[in-house]
Structure formats: C-alpha cells, structure tokens
C-alpha cells in the first residue's frame, strides 16, 4: 500500500485545515491508521489513530478537542479536520498505516511499517 498526505498549507492561529491521506495498491479498511508529525528539530510525534474496528479515534492529549480523525473505506483516504489551530501545531504531517500485528502502541511510531510522504502545515501566530 502507497500513502499520499494532501492538504498542508499556511494558515493564521485558530484557524482551520483539512489534511488527507490517500491510500492505493491495497485497501485500507483493515488497518490501523494514523496521524504522526514532525517540528524541525523535533521527533516524530503521535498526534491520532483510528481503529480498523468501530473507526475508534484516539488521540494525542494536545490535540483533544481540537482534531478530529476520521476515514472512509470506501475512498481508501484517511482525514485530519484541524480546528484552532496554534503556531506550535506547525509541522510536517505524515500518515502511517499498520498493516502487521505488533506488540507496540499505536501511539508509538515503531508500530506503522507504511509512510506517507507528509504534507507541511505551518500555523502563523
């Protein structure tokens, strides 16, 4: 399976951005999804997952509230909706896909063996 994230771009602080991934070569329904980004400087960090079962969303606990995860099976895409956003929230954003069993947390980027290539949001304060 091949991911493509889409939908980065500047935006002013407590504004709003749409993110997605889209997925080809396999279905994505039986998967685990997820949401990672990077600051310059930074590691990557979890920002959301959505389950393969009952589309259970978890989330990092400095986006509660604020992001929301989703997906569509049918359009094999994964969504990022991202409201008041902050200029901390600027970062690369990448999609990750977990396509095996592991013992690692979906929180944990060791537990996704698919990357998309990231998409860039940068948040002006």
């Known amino acids: 399976v091949q991911l493509q994230a889409s939908g980065g771009g500047l935006v002013q602080a407590g504004g709003s951005l749409g993110l997605s991934c889209a997925a080809s070569?396999?279905?994505?329904?039986?998967?685990?999804m997820a949401w990672f980004r990077q600051a310059p400087g930074k590691e990557r960090e979890f920002v959301a997952a959505?389950?393969?079962?009952?589309?259970?969303?978890y989330y990092a606990d400095f986006v509660k509230g604020r992001f929301t995860i989703s997906r569509d099976n049918a359009k094999n895409t994964v969504y990022l909706q991202m409201n008041s956003l902050k200029p901390e929230d600027t970062a690369v954003y990448l999609c990750?896909?977990?396509?095996?069993?592991?013992?690692?947390?979906?929180?944990?980027?060791?537990?996704?063996?698919?990357w998309g290539q990231g998409t860039l949001v940068t948040v002006s304060s």
């Open positions: 070569g396999r279905t994505i329904s039986t998967y685990i």
């Open positions: 990750a896909a977990m396509t095996t069993s592991t013992t690692y947390s979906l929180r944990s980027t060791r537990a996704y063996d698919v």
């Open positions: 959505v389950a393969n079962i009952r589309d259970i969303s």
